[in-house]
């Protein structure tokens, strides 16, 4: 990305990335390891309602600390985020409105910017700590597809260490 904003190995949101090229990476990083006779650890990290679990005070600290933001323009991203709510609609009831004190906006232009940057620090972490791993994000909006790609991959992997 020209501003440097997401993670070197993130697929998510990202143009020419998508579940598919991250599922290669893990492929072939699987595969590398296995030539070389080192161990790999698969983990998986569920982050079900991500957006919903966002700390919006966390998130504007890390604005100001990551990205430098000050000022008008992060009172514009205070502003955006602050004192949202939100109704449900069922075959026109509408249920009271309730507030929704964290989390960023789905289906916004901004929501996958700022879920990234909030998230981002996790790969801070483990690049400080563990840095001959592998970290990636991927948004998985279908667990079906990936469970099986995952499936086609570990048969692979078998097949290549059974022969």
Not at 60 to 79: A, H, P, T
Not at 153 to 162: L, P, Y
Request: charged fraction near 15%; glycine fraction near 6%; charge should be positive.
């Amino acid at each position: 990305m020209r501003f440097g904003l997401y993670p070197v190995l993130q697929s998510a949101y990202r143009q020419g990335h998508s579940t598919e090229t991250a599922l290669l990476k893990v492929q072939n990083d699987i595969l590398l390891n296995m030539d070389m006779k080192r161990i790999t650890l698969l983990v998986f990290l569920d982050l079900s309602a991500a957006f919903d679990t966002v700390d919006r005070k966390i998130l504007i600290s890390r604005l100001k600390s990551s990205l430098g933001i000050r000022g008008n323009v992060l009172n514009l991203f205070s502003s955006y985020l602050a004192n949202r709510s939100q109704c449900v609609s069922v075959d026109g009831f509408v249920s009271n409105s309730f507030p929704l004190p964290q989390g960023v906006p789905q289906g916004s232009c901004l929501g996958p910017l700022l879920f990234t940057i909030y998230a981002s620090k996790m790969f801070q972490i483990i690049r400080n700590h563990l840095p001959d791993v592998h970290a990636c994000m991927e948004v998985i909006p279908s667990k079906w597809w990936v469970i099986r790609a995952f499936s086609i991959i570990a048969q692979v992997i078998i097949e290549k260490g059974v022969h």
